[in-house]
């Protein structure tokens, strides 16, 4: 366990003085300075900061990455910016996405015509299978 010590005068003798929203508030002897200890931050699995980055360059909104990994969409843009990464800039395409199990993975991929006029990339999110397909838009004629 890692040693408390004052962030004023890094005095390392020091009182407990109550609990201040749930974290104990310590109160140093040398200075009288009142301070609570940090929160640890929630660490989240490196494998749900792997997967939304792929999703996000894959095209998938924010908002959508947390309704599919229930991860905040706050949280996905800070690391997109922490790891300075830059979504796609092709706008003639527009992923779509679908959750399948095994079977119906199985399923679609026995169609021959599952992905005429589309690319895709399939994913595992835990026992399941998130399929991306790319579509191209279609320009209205005014």
Known sequence: MQEIVCPKCKHDVLIKSGIVKGRQRFRCKKCDYFFTVLKEGKNIDPYYVIKALQLYIEGVTLR????????????????????????????????????????????????????????????????????????RFRKSKV
């Open 64 to 135: 959508e990455i947390e309704r599919i990994l229930g991860v905040s969409h706050v949280s996905v843009l800070n690391w997109v910016k922490k790891y300075n990464v830059k979504a796609p800039e092709n706008y003639e395409y527009h992923p779509t996405y679908t959750v399948l199990n095994h079977t119906e993975l199985l399923s679609f991929f026995s169609s021959k015509d599952s992905l005429k006029g589309a690319g895709c990339i399939i994913t595992e999110l835990g026992d399941k299978f998130m399929m991306i397909k790319w579509e």
